[in-house]
């Protein structure tokens, strides 16, 4: 206890007031006032509402709860909690595709419901990496930018869906546009665009796109949601693609294409079912990030507990008493 403090001691200062607001308040009604003089007793006894609570002054258990109240904001702390002063500085952007092909049924129970299990899986993986998502079909759209809180992240991707999109369509290079500009501000190596996707209808456009981001430090890998065999593409209306022939249109998943763009932006290709594979790669990377900061790793930051917060219980069960009848 020779730590013993108050982290907001100016608190104090209402003590003083207070009792002896509890005291005059205290001392005013035990009064009846000048009504002695004017009422004969046995008439001015008659005309009070209750005896039942005579002898029963509140002002002692007011003055009580407002003394815990002020303490507890006041602060008391006598201990310290030591955390780490560094923080990893990955920075990842999910990326996911949300057009119609994405609700194909070759890895049940759809490409989508599978991608949404991945990003889970990659939020859970990411620890103490900035985590932001974008999805992307005819356009990009900028679901969550960087943060810390994955959680969040986490519930505002679980509803995505193809039927979301104002506009169907596979157009990947803005998406990773939309990610480069979310990573711009980021100072640190670790910076990783993870796409899931089945496929795109810009490829030149989206390797271009890819280089270029690799050019500025960021590395752009691609998860295949899909199988090579493929599975009829729903066309977003309850049927299916149909080719000018009248034939079902299969949806299938080029990993050649991927591979290759994958390449481009210096990341990897995995395909779904080879996740663990990339986040393995992806936290190897944060942890190279850090080992070029060893000495920071070791630099502690040691700050007060409020410890205040033990006096809230028998504040809340003393103010319970106030509601005892004829106290009041």
Partial sequence: MSHFHFLQPYWLLALPPLLALAVWLARRRGRDGPWP????????????????????????????????????????????????????????????????????TDVPPSRIAQAR???????????????????????????APLTSDAATVRNLAQPLAPSLMPESGDRLAPALEDAAGLLQAERGRDRQVIVLTD??????????????????????????????????????????????????????LDTGLLRQLATAGGGLYVPLDALPRLIADLQHAGSREMSAS???????????????????????????????????
Avoid: C
């Fill in 199 to 252: 496929g795109m209808t810009d490829p030149a456009q989206a390797l271009v796109t890819a280089q270029e981001l690799h050019r500025r430090g960021i590395a752009v890998n691609i998860v295949g949601v899909g199988t090579s065999n493929g599975a009829p593409e729903p066309d977003g209306n309850g049927g299916f693609v149909r080719n000018a022939s009248g034939q079902v249109v299969l949806s299938r």
């Fill in 117 to 143: 299990f991945a990003i889970d899986d990659l939020l859970s993986a990411a620890h103490d990496a900035r985590v932001g998502l974008v999805a992307f079909a005819g356009d990009a759209y900028t679901v």
């Fill in 37 to 104: 003089r004017l009422l004969d007793g046995e008439l001015l006894s008659s005309l009070r509402l209750s005896e039942g609570g005579a002898g029963r002054s509140p002002w002692l258990l007011i003055g009580l709860i407002w003394t815990l109240a002020v303490l507890a904001l006041a602060g008391p702390t006598w201990q310290r909690q030591i955390t780490p002063a560094y923080r990893s500085p990955g920075a990842w952007i999910v990326t996911l595709e949300l057009s119609p092909s994405m609700d194909a």
């Fill in 294 to 328: 060893v000495a920071a790793q070791h630099v502690k930051v040691a700050s007060w507990l409020n410890d205040g917060v033990w006096l809230l219980p028998p504040l809340l069960l003393l103010a319970t008493l106030l509601a005892r009848r004829g106290w009041i």
